[in-house]
T-cell receptor, first 117, second 115 residues
């Protein structure tokens, strides 16, 4: 029930195209959904995050779409650039959890995005 | 703001030795710090959660006597890999949150190679 399933495992898009990465979760107590971007040999960096009270959040070329009833959320990267080539992780947490579960993030398996010039 | 640093960025050690990795929050006080390990082309695996001044909480399957975590101040947590073996070779990453907020800020990671 703690899993977050991410797809696809890898994705190749052309420069200027739209990259779409999907995640599904089971735990209905999750109420915070961040996306992280990770370049090789670096730590993950927060890209954008959403709470379930909104269905969409946009920051620049990055948009999260959230479907609470389907327990799914996705990352859309508009006008994809070669510099966006990285591994993307979705994650989820229950911010109301107490004790040892407080603040824990459950990560998806990751998507390796390659944007061709 | 919200910068997390790690030191060293990479380390090579001999089997049987101990290695200490530092994680610092540079511009905020970190109430909670997390330690992860990541194998090539895999996701992040949470090892333990630490709160300042209290014992770390380890995830199932993580040996607390092998991976010693100390969170002595609001800006510093350390992970010591004791009696390291080649199978401990991995990418170790810390993260920190501030003041009860949900966002985790990650450090740049430490690459450990045990020969």
């Amino acid at each position: 029930q703690q899993q977050v399933k991410q797809s696809p495992q890898s994705l190749i898009v052309q420069k200027g195209g739209i990259s779409i990465i999907n995640c599904a979760y089971e735990n209905t107590a999750f109420d915070y959904f961040p996306w992280y971007q990770q370049f090789p040999g670096k730590g993950p960096a927060l890209l954008i995050a959403i709470r379930p009270d909104v269905s969409e959040k946009k920051e620049g070329r990055f948009t999260i779409s959230f479907n609470k009833s389907a327990k799914q959320f996705s990352l859309h990267i508009m006008d994809s650039q070669p510099g966006d080539s990285a591994t993307y992780f979705c994650a989820a947490s229950n911010t109301q959890a107490g004790g040892t579960s407080y603040g824990k993030l459950t990560f998806g398996q990751g998507t390796i995005l390659t944007v061709h010039p | 703001g919200a910068v997390v640093s790690q030191h060293p960025s990479w380390v090579i050690c001999k089997s049987g030795t101990s290695v200490k990795i530092e994680c610092r929050s540079l511009d905020f006080q970190a109430t909670t710090m997390f330690w992860y390990r990541q194998f090539p082309k895999q996701s992040l695996m949470l090892m333990a959660t630490s709160n300042e001044g209290s014992k770390a909480t380890y995830e199932q399957g993580v040996e607390k006597d092998k991976f010693l975590i100390n969170h002595a101040s609001l800006t510093l947590s350390t992970l010591t890999v004791t009696s390291a073996h080649p199978e401990d070779s991995s990418f170790y990453i810390c993260s920190a949150t501030r003041g009860g907020r949900e966002t985790q800020y990650f450090g740049p990671g430490t690459r450990l190679l045990v020969l």
